[in-house]
Every structure is written in structure tokens, then in C-alpha cells.
């Protein structure tokens, strides 16, 4: 029996959900939600889903994200979903230090100031930038593969 994609993919997206689910009316937590969003929970529920250079996919929620904002987009890596992505949240009602949590980290990348989560938070290996219009979260392997000029962000 051939595991596929579909095994490392379980893998790698276990240690990062543990103990979380997605709850019935959307019950749980910002940091929840966001990773939720990220790794593909409510892809069904997405606007538009559509695959783009490079080997990356991206998903669009306008009219019902399922972050509490105007819109949100994932934009992600087809073969290491939970590793490598970037969310762009437009127009949220929560803020960048909400998002990070206590004991985050302010770090200056070149877009500007940004924060990295406390390592024992669920998005410790992650950067959370402002925006003008809101704001990008990236995984590191997102950034490495993507953005590398913002890898200096990640040394602690």
C-alpha cells in the first residue's frame, strides 16, 4: 500500500494541531483559527481556490472569512502545506500582538517592524508583519523559499 502525499502530510500537520479541532460555530481561539485557516480547514468554505506559478496554490475568502477581517488569501506551497504558507489578512479586527501572543519577540525585517511569537506558542516558528491594509503572517519555510531577505527575522 503506497502512503502518497497524503501520510507526510499527516505527519507534519499533527504536531502542529494537537489538541486542537475545529469547534461547532467557530468556538475556538484566534491562534486556532489562524493556523486552521492556514493548513486548510475551511478551504470548502473559500471564495476562490486557484493554483499558481512556482507549484503554489492560493485560497481567497471575501465573503465569509473564516478570520475576523474584510478578506483573507493563503497562499501556500502544494507539497508542504503546513510548513510553507503566508496569510494575508486584510482589514482585521485583531492586531498583530494579539495574534502573537505574550512574550513576543519585535524584530525589523526589511518591510518593517514585525513581531515573532514566543517559542512555546502554537506559531513560534512563524512572522507576523503589519501591513498597510493589515497583516502577513509567513512560516519560515515560506519565507526561505519565497521571501529570503526576511530570514534574519527567525535568529533569535
Avoid at 502545506?81 to 494579539?98: C, G, K, N, V, Y
Amino acid at each position: 500500500m503506497r502512503s502518497g502525499p497524503l501520510l507526510p502530510w499527516l505527519l507534519l500537520t499533527a504536531p502542529l494541531l494537537w489538541g486542537c479541532k475545529p469547534a461547532a460555530g467557530g468556538g475556538q481561539d484566534l491562534v486556532s483559527r489562524t493556523l486552521f485557516t492556514a493548513t486548510g480547514a475551511y478551504d470548502a468554505q473559500a471564495d476562490l481556490r486557484e493554483r499558481i506559478p512556482v507549484g503554489q496554490r492560493r485560497t481567497t475568502w471575501a465573503e465569509r472569512p473564516p478570520l475576523d477581517a474584510a478578506q483573507v488569501v493563503v497562499v501556500y506551497d502544494s507539497d508542504a502545506r503546513p510548513l510553507s504558507w503566508m496569510l494575508e489578512i486584510r482589514t482585521p479586527r485583531f492586531s498583530a500582538q494579539d495574534l502573537a501572543g505574550g512574550g513576543a519577540q519585535a524584530v525589523n525585517t526589511p518591510s518593517g517592524g514585525g513581531l515573532r511569537p514566543a517559542p512555546d506558542s502554537r506559531l513560534a516558528d512563524t512572522l507576523i508583519l503589519p501591513t498597510a491594509t493589515g497583516l502577513r503572517i509567513l512560516t519560515r519555510g515560506y519565507v526561505t523559499q519565497n521571501e529570503p531577505e526576511l530570514l534574519r527575522a527567525f535568529v533569535r
